[in-house]
């Protein structure tokens, strides 16, 4: 069988009319608590797993809020797998025109018909749900395109554009499983590959400082040069940024209920946290920390795919937690207040031996200039400055 043929056989399914009518509506996962059924086992080698004994999966991270965008499926895929249930990935793996969704976008479906992530805004999806439920039945790797020049004639795009999704059944007993995994909860980046003439997946990690980021351009592939040509596609994973933030008062609270919407490993420390306080909140999605004094902050939560936050109107404890952050890869530091109050800010670190170069790490006042003046709005003018951050070095680094 030749290469056209073989990527034929995955991009031209038989349309079936009735099931393309019965596409059901995108089915979000209802309830993050599915995260307590995680077991904290270590992984069972393949080689010792039966094809009916679920795979364990430690929890890399807590199941996202219900209402939180999902962009990095891993946690679910993770979660859905030690419950023993059939997973498959669905990866946008070309772009002809425009989408709303970059190239290397990601849907998870399981047996259940639950789903997460998008792979456009809403025009796929839930047809997506119904062909990636066929693929678990068949146990095989589909490549489907919609939009321009689309066998689908159903399901249109309002962009006028094309897109190619690979659909791929999961394997929980694969190495490359156990491997994202274990990447995963080292907080690791990783490349995976998806090879589509043999129907493998591999996972590839970037040596010394070299950084895998997924490009924020679509590869612009006609339908007839992906038949011909996409023979492998690879999307890249790098660990979920991490907010470290530290405060009280109304903008402290507001950012932590902001932040729960987006795709963000949030760690919120504050003096005002009881142990009441964290029983209640133990089923979050965030990690929630009763900071006593500035001696119980743990740097070693920083990392170069992080950032920490000062949101508190008592800056006492400033200098000592900024210290020991700018002895870390930490990427990005903002902090509350006026810019006189980050100039006295500055002058205490540098009566503490901290050096020019690392006090102009500190960015103060934080937040992005909206003309905020409530606490919700400077909230949402610290977390986008985050995420503009965030964002920007992704694409820069891709270009």
């Known amino acids: 069988m030749n ?3 073989q990527v034929g056989d995955m991009l031209h399914p038989a349309v079936n009319q009735s099931q393309t009518d019965s596409h059901r509506e995108l089915n979000v996962i209802e309830d993050a608590s599915k995260a307590d059924s995680m077991r904290l086992t270590t992984a069972p080698s393949p080689s010792h797993t039966g094809s009916n004994v679920p795979v364990q999966y430690p929890p890399v991270q807590y199941v996202p809020a219900q209402d939180a ?8 895929l993770f979660s859905w797998l030690d419950q023993g249930l059939k997973v498959a990935l669905v990866t946008l793996v070309n772009v002809e025109g425009s989408s709303p969704r970059g190239v290397g976008s990601q849907m998870l479906v399981n047996e259940q018909g639950d789903s997460v992530g998008l792979i456009s805004g809403g025009c796929v999806e839930a047809a997506l749900v119904e062909e990636a439920l066929t693929a678990l039945t068949s146990n095989q790797w589909t490549l489907l395109r919609y939009g321009k020049d689309s066998d689908f004639f159903d399901i249109q795009l309002p962009c006028g554009s094309g897109i190619d999704v690979l659909i ?15 990447h995963a909860q080292q907080r690791q980046a990783v490349t995976m590959s998806f090879d589509l003439m043999n129907k493998r997946v591999s996972l590839d990690v970037p040596a010394g400082d070299e950084t895998p980021i997924l490009s924020c351009k679509g590869n612009q592939l006609t339908r007839a040069e992906v038949e011909a040509e996409l023979t492998r596609f690879s999307k890249a994973f790098q660990p979920k940024h991490r ?6 008062g109304a903008v402290f609270e507001y950012f932590v209920q902001l932040s729960q919407s987006f795709d963000l490993e949030l760690v919120a420390c504050s003096p005002s946290y009881r142990d009441t306080d964290l029983a209640l909140r133990a089923r979050s999605s965030i990690q929630y920390v009763a900071m006593k004094s500035p001696k119980n902050f743990d740097a070693e939560l920083l990392d170069q795919h992080s950032s920490l936050v000062m949101l508190s109107h008592d800056h006492d404890w400033d200098t000592d937690i900024l210290k020991a952050a700018l002895n870390t890869q930490v990427s990005f530091i903002s902090a509350l207040g006026s810019k006189a109050t980050h100039q006295q800010r500055l002058a205490l670190l540098e009566m503490s031996g901290v050096s020019s170069e690392n006090q102009a790490r500190v960015k103060g ?20 400055e985050i995420i503009a951050i965030k964002n920007r070095a992704a694409c820069l680094q891709s270009a």
């Open 3 to 5: 290469r056209n043929d």
């Open 69 to 76: 965008f999902v962009d990095d499926v891993r946690p679910y």
């Open 168 to 182: 791929t059944p999961v394997d929980a007993r694969s190495d490359w499983v156990a491997k994202l995994h274990r």
């Open 243 to 248: 907010v470290v933030v530290i405060g009280q």
């Open 365 to 384: 006042p934080a937040g992005l200039d909206i003309g905020g003046n409530t606490p919700p709005e400077i909230a949402l003018s610290v977390l986008s």
